[in-house]
């Protein structure tokens, strides 16, 4: 296409022979300002500007630029012709002002393009570094006193391997991408002549060396990079409250088994017992990540601490950072992100065995936690506990020190959509053998639905048999309109009591 363009050129040169006006080489602007989506002007004869030039990478047949959302589609055969015909000298008025109208605009002309990387160093102060954090910078790109508005596609980068590949979006210059400190911001197609201005959204957990970069990219390409220093210490936290398992109509026995969900509500937050300690099966209490299982084999009542519980515990210490660790695996995540390459021995400390959560930064942190799993050989006839508690940490920041404390803990008994404040230092399961008063449709709650088959039954419209009618018979004398409003009064909040 380039070698069309050339002929196309030297055309015009033959055809202005006539002038001794012609310097360098001639032709219409193709800066993105021109509209030449359907017309073309050549205005300027005689000028000093050089040929657009056209990318090497530029694929024959393909239309790969784009100027500001408009395509530069056209035809080269076509646009010579039309340059050809056009430029007929007219006798003596050389060299003429040329004017030229085509439906034809220039295929493959595209304006150039330049490499630009954009990337954020985290300094961790001697502290682990969070690489996964995401940074958020927004874009301010001017051409010609003029926003871009455009699709500028770009790849997240790892060293030299590519990630991922993305477009950004960009509206009267303006557009914002997100991605992990760890990857490098990387487009080939940014145009050239650009001012540009990019700053990095707030992040008051950084203290950063600057808030934005400006510069105007030309061909030989732009890297811009900012520095976020971290401004706090990593905390471990054990969650200051215990989950309590009831078991009602009969006493727990062996094989009985309670497993816990316990895990961050929002994705990305810090996971509860991200470095589990190993536990076998045998285990009466095991801790996993983001979860908890108990296996009580006798009584009613089960205790599953979450609190913090300081033992002699051969732990993993690091000498590069003088510090100890519950696990190689944790050595490992935060040795390797510290950059301190010590080298580690296993020795008694005293720590921290409890399941714990380290925070990086401050902020407020919910965990749902609920029984996902009950087992045992008469598994059918136990009511599980449907409840979910919402247990909220507020990490308070004081320096560089932070402090987290367990601030509320909420009950929901409807899947989560409506909490009420319940008790900070427990978190009860109760699960029933056999009839659970109330529970006539056996889902584990006292609903709505419980009051109406309870009056579809006293009105005859459908008989309860069985475990149903047990459930049903809320104050031991039969089932009648009393259990039906008993029942009423409980679900209306009424009574906090069957
Ligand atoms: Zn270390």
């Not at 395509?71 to 004017?99: F, H, K, M, W, Y």
């Not at 303006?174 to 959204?201: D, L, W």
């Not at 095991?286 to 033992?311: F, H, M, W």
């Not at 690091?318 to 100890?324: A, E, I, L, Q, V």
Request: glycine residues 8%; charged residues 20%; hydrophobic residues 30%.
């Amino acid at each position: 296409m380039r070698r069309y363009f050339k002929r196309a050129i030297a055309v015009l040169v033959i055809a202005l022979m006539c002038s001794t006006l012609i310097g360098g080489g001639v032709l219409a602007e193709n800066e993105s300002e021109n509209d030449i989506n359907n017309e073309v002007n050549v205005e300027e004869i005689g000028g000093n500007e050089d040929v657009p030039e056209i990318s090497p990478e530029e694929k024959p047949g393909t239309v790969s630029g784009k100027t500001e959302g408009e395509e530069l589609e056209t035809n080269v055969e076509e646009a010579r012709s039309a340059l050809a015909g056009a430029i007929s000298p007219q006798s003596d008025a050389c060299p003429v002002q040329l004017s030229l109208k085509s439906s034809s605009t220039y295929h493959n002309v595209r304006q150039e393009v330049s490499d630009f990387s954009l990337s954020t160093t985290v300094n961790g102060n001697k502290q682990y570094t969070d690489n996964d954090r995401v940074f958020t910078y927004n874009f301010n790109l001017i051409k010609n006193g003029k926003g871009l508005t455009t699709s500028l596609p770009y790849k997240l980068m790892s060293g030299s391997t590519v990630v991922s590949e993305h477009t950004l979006e960009l509206e009267n210059g303006n557009g914002s991408v997100s991605f992990p400190a760890r990857y490098q911001f990387k487009t080939e197609s940014m145009p050239t002549g650009v001012n540009y201005q990019i700053t990095h959204k707030a992040d008051d957990n950084y203290t950063w060396n600057k808030d934005s970069v400006t510069g105007t990219t030309d061909l030989s390409g732009s890297n811009e990079s900012f520095n976020a220093t971290y401004k706090y210490s990593p905390v471990k936290y054990s969650l200051d409250t215990n989950i309590i398992v009831e078991m009602k109509g009969r006493a727990f026995k062996a094989g009985d088994s309670f497993t816990y969900s316990i895990a961050p509500e929002k994705e990305g937050d810090p996971k509860f017992n991200m470095f589990p300690l190993p536990s076998g099966d045998s285990d009466t209490i095991a801790y996993y990540e983001n979860g908890a299982r108990i296996k009580p084999s006798s009584g009613t009542i089960a205790t599953l601490s979450l609190v913090e519980d300081i033992q002699r515990y051969s732990s993993i210490y690091c000498s590069g950072c003088n510090t100890y660790y519950k696990t190689s695996k944790e050595y490992n995540y935060y040795c390797e992100n510290k950059g301190c390459f010590g080298s580690y021995t296993v020795v008694p400390s005293n720590i921290n065995v409890a399941p714990e959560i380290c925070f990086l930064y401050p902020g407020t942190y919910n965990y749902i936690v609920f029984q996902t799993a009950m087992e045992s050989s008469d598994y059918d006839s136990i009511q599980q506990d449907q409840a979910q508690y919402k247990v909220t940490v507020k990490v308070d920041a004081n320096g560089s020190n932070l402090t987290p404390s367990l601030t509320s803990v909420k009950k929901s008994t409807d899947g989560g959509a409506t909490w009420s404040v319940s008790d900070k230092s427990k978190l009860t399961f109760t699960n029933y053998f056999g009839v659970k008063k109330g529970d006539i449709d056996k889902d584990g709650e006292i609903t709505m639905n419980d009051v109406i088959l309870c009056l579809n039954h006293v009105s005859k419209k459908k008989i309860l048999t069985g475990e149903a009618l047990a459930a049903a018979d809320v104050d031991g004398n039969g089932v009648s309109m009393n259990d039906v409003i008993k029942l009423l009064n409980f679900v209306s909040k009424k009574n906090s009591d069957l």
